[in-house]
């Protein structure tokens, strides 16, 4: 029910997004709890959107580079790592996007799949557009295509 609404969520509704974030929370804890990492890991990148919804970009900065660190998979810690660049190119830190992307690049590479590797790369790509390093952004997007 918190994901239905957060997606169709406006940022004028606070008190609810608010409801919502605890909600997540509550469900992340409890599938935690009984194993789902997962699935509890999906409930806090939940967390992280509503945050955004409501500019909190700070603290969904801190949410999502916790969630990165404590990532269950290759998987999850991609989909932590695209976030983590997208808040902060929200906070107009691009230097410090393409470095996150830089970095998660360098430590996940060999622990994932191919899918996880064309992922990185498309992370990468986006940050280095963000940066306006075109030539390079449209050789990570090979790369990306090619795994």
Same mark, same amino acid.
């Given at each position: 029910?918190?994901?239905?609404?957060?997606? /169709?969520?406006?940022?004028?509704? *606070?008190?609810?997004? /608010?409801?919502?974030?605890?909600?997540?929370?509550?469900?992340?804890?409890?599938?935690?709890?009984?194993?789902?990492?997962?699935?509890?890991?999906?409930?806090?990148?939940?967390?992280?959107?509503? *945050?955004?919804?409501?500019?909190?970009?700070?603290?969904?900065? $801190? +949410?999502?580079?916790?969630?990165?660190?404590?990532?269950?998979?290759? $998987?999850?810690?991609?989909?932590?790592?695209?976030?983590?660049?997208? @808040?902060?190119?929200?906070?107009?830190?691009?230097?410090?996007?393409?470095?996150?992307?830089?970095?998660?690049?360098?430590?996940?590479?060999?622990?994932?799949?191919?899918? @996880?590797?064309?992922?990185?790369?498309? +992370?990468?790509?986006?940050?280095?557009?963000? $940066?306006?390093?075109?030539?390079?952004?449209?050789?990570?997007?090979?790369?990306?295509?090619?795994?």
């Amino acid at each position: 029910a918190a994901k239905f609404y957060l997606s /169709r969520a406006a940022p004028r509704e *606070k008190d609810t997004i /608010r409801e919502a974030i605890q909600v997540a929370q509550e469900v992340s804890s409890a599938l935690k709890s009984s194993g789902e990492v997962e699935e509890a890991f999906d409930a806090m990148l939940l967390v992280v959107g509503a *945050k955004m919804t409501l500019n909190e970009t700070d603290e969904a900065l $801190k +949410v999502v580079v916790e969630l990165k660190s404590s990532a269950p998979s290759a $998987k999850c810690a991609l989909q932590a790592l695209r976030r983590e660049v997208a @808040v902060n190119l929200e906070l107009g830190e691009v230097d410090k996007a393409l470095e996150v992307a830089r970095a998660g690049q360098a430590e996940l590479e060999q622990k994932g799949d191919a899918e @996880v590797v064309a992922g990185l790369w498309s +992370v990468l790509a986006d940050a280095l557009h963000a $940066k306006g390093e075109e030539a390079e952004a449209t050789e990570a997007r090979i790369k990306a295509a090619a795994n």
